[in-house]
C-alpha cells in the first residue's frame, strides 16, 4: 500500500498515524523514546504490509501486470491502488477526502519531534507536494512513476505503470475492491476504521 491507503488505515488514530507514517523512514535506533501508541503504529504499518502482500487479490494483481513491470509490478501496483481509493474514496471513508488530507499534514506536523531529522528535512516538502494526493490523477500518476523510475536502482518500466493500469482497469479496479474491504477488517485488531 502507498501513503494514502496506510494514512486512512490508522483510522484517525494520531498516534498510529505518525508511526504508520514514519515506518518506512526509521531503524532501530530511531525508536529507542518513542511512546508505546506510536510504535504500535509502526507495528501497524508492518501488519498493513504483510497482509497486502499475501492478499490473493494483490497477487492476483500483480500477475496481470508483470508482463510490463516486471520484478517491479508490487511496487506500481502499491501506486495503481493508491490512484483507485482516490477515486473510490467515498466508500471506504464518510470525510472529504480534502478534509482527510489537511487533517493528515496537520497531525504530521505536529509531530515532526517524533521524526529522524531526514524525515523532518523532508516532510515540508512531501506536504507541500500534496504527497498524500500524488496518485489522484491521471496526470499526477504519471509524475509519480516518473519519480519513481528516477530512484529506482534497476532497469523497470515505470514510465507505463499508469498504462498498464488502464490496460487492465475492470479487472484491477475489481481486485482492489476485492481487496479493500479485507484490509479494512484486517487492521481493526489495531483500531477500528468504521
Same mark, same amino acid.
Given at each position: 500500500?502507498?501513503?494514502?491507503?496506510?494514512?486512512?488505515?490508522?483510522?484517525?488514530?494520531?498516534?498510529?498515524?505518525?508511526?504508520?507514517?514514519?515506518?518506512?523512514?526509521?531503524?532501530?535506533?530511531?525508536?529507542?523514546?518513542?511512546?508505546?501508541?506510536?510504535?504500535?503504529?509502526?507495528?501497524?504499518?508492518?501488519?498493513?504490509?504483510?497482509?497486502?502482500?499475501?492478499?490473493?487479490?494483490?497477487?492476483?494483481?500483480?500477475?496481470?501486470?508483470?508482463?510490463?513491470?516486471?520484478?517491479?509490478? !508490487?511496487?506500481? #501496483?502499491?501506486?495503481? $491502488?493508491?490512484?483507485?481509493?482516490?477515486? *473510490?474514496?467515498?466508500?471506504?471513508? =464518510?470525510?472529504?477526502?480534502?478534509?482527510?488530507?489537511?487533517?493528515?499534514?496537520?497531525?504530521?506536523?505536529?509531530?515532526?519531534?517524533?521524526?529522524?531529522?531526514?524525515?523532518?528535512?523532508?516532510? !515540508?516538502?512531501? #506536504?507541500?507536494?500534496? $504527497?498524500?494526493?500524488?496518485?489522484?490523477? *491521471?496526470?499526477?500518476?504519471?509524475? =509519480?512513476?516518473?519519480?519513481?523510475?528516477?530512484?529506482?536502482?534497476?532497469?523497470?518500466?515505470?514510465?507505463?505503470?499508469?498504462?498498464?493500469?488502464?490496460?487492465?482497469?475492470?479487472?484491477?479496479?475489481?481486485?482492489?475492491?476485492?481487496?479493500?474491504?479485507?484490509?479494512?477488517?484486517?487492521?481493526?485488531?489495531?483500531?477500528?476504521?468504521?
Amino acid at each position: 500500500m502507498n501513503f494514502l491507503a496506510h494514512m486512512l488505515l490508522s483510522c484517525k488514530d494520531s498516534n498510529l498515524l505518525v508511526g504508520n507514517f514514519m515506518a518506512d523512514f526509521i531503524n532501530n535506533s530511531d525508536k529507542k523514546g518513542l511512546n508505546s501508541q506510536i510504535l504500535e503504529g509502526i507495528n501497524l504499518h508492518k501488519s498493513i504490509d504483510h497482509f497486502t502482500d499475501n492478499h490473493q487479490a494483490v497477487k492476483e494483481a500483480i500477475k496481470l501486470i508483470r508482463p510490463s513491470q516486471g520484478k517491479y509490478a !508490487p511496487v506500481t #501496483i502499491d501506486i495503481l $491502488f493508491d490512484y483507485i481509493l482516490t477515486q *473510490e474514496w467515498n466508500k471506504y471513508s =464518510t470525510h472529504h477526502l480534502k478534509e482527510f488530507t489537511v487533517s493528515t499534514y496537520r497531525t504530521l506536523q505536529s509531530n515532526a519531534h517524533h521524526y529522524p531529522a531526514k524525515l523532518q528535512e523532508m516532510l !515540508p516538502r512531501m #506536504i507541500a507536494d500534496d $504527497f498524500l494526493l500524488s496518485c489522484a490523477t *491521471e496526470e499526477r500518476l504519471i509524475t =509519480t512513476f516518473q519519480r519513481v523510475k528516477r530512484r529506482a536502482k534497476f532497469d523497470n518500466n515505470f514510465e507505463s505503470g499508469h498504462e498498464a493500469m488502464f490496460d487492465n482497469f475492470d479487472s484491477l479496479n475489481q481486485l482492489f475492491h476485492d481487496f479493500f474491504p479485507d484490509i479494512m477488517l484486517h487492521v481493526q485488531e489495531y483500531c477500528d476504521c468504521n
